[in-house]
């Protein structure tokens, strides 16, 4: 986990390729992935042989939502189904909950994942839109604070 302070031009160079590689060419989508938010943002990422192969990044409150955001969640094509990207989304909730202090964290996700996003606890609170052509929902987590 890193800010974007602390990434090495190496580090952003795959985060940004490996996006650029799943979200433009992979899923056909032309849109503008550099939206001025990385610069706030947490950037998980995982690499293997020098190579990006898995990130998503953490907005603070008020970038993108009223709450804490996850997004731009991905796994490189070949390293998908290895539950990677539960682990990812596993280290960014504990990492807001735990390190950050928040109890609340929404996300903008794929259609096709609702049931991927709601094993963690997060439900839906949209209904279906398009983004970028795809269709999208809403989820959110709210953590009970147990003290």
Same mark, same amino acid.
Request: aromatic share 12%; proline share 1%.
């Given at each position: @986990?890193?800010?974007? =302070? ?12 490996? +996006? =650029?590689? /799943?979200? /433009? ?15 706030? !943002? ?7 042989? %020098? ?12 970038? =993108?939502?009223?709450? @804490?955001?996850?997004? +731009? ?8 189904? %290895?539950?990677?990207? +539960?682990? @990812? ?12 202090? %928040?109890?609340?964290? +929404?996300?903008?996700?794929? !259609? ?12 839906? /609170? ?16 709210? /953590?009970? %604070?147990?003290?």
């Amino acid at each position: @986990m890193k800010k974007f =302070s602390e990434l090495s031009l190496d580090e952003l160079y795959g985060i940004l390729k490996l +996006r =650029s590689e /799943v979200f /433009v060419v992979e899923q056909d989508c032309v849109y503008q992935d550099l939206d001025d938010k990385d610069q706030c !943002a947490y950037h998980l990422f995982l690499k293997k042989d %020098n190579d990006v192969v898995a990130v998503l990044r953490i907005l603070p409150k008020g970038v =993108s939502y009223d709450e @804490m955001a996850i997004g +731009r969640v991905i796994v490189k094509k070949q390293y998908r189904g %290895n539950g990677i990207s +539960r682990e @990812m989304i596993n280290k960014a909730i504990d990492f807001i909950i735990n390190d950050l202090d %928040n109890d609340k964290i +929404r996300l903008s996700g794929q !259609a096709y994942l609702r049931e991927f996003y709601e094993s963690f606890g997060f439900r839906k /609170v949209s209904d279906v839109y398009l983004e970028d052509g795809i269709d999208h929902f809403e989820f959110l987590l709210e /953590v009970k %604070n147990e003290h």
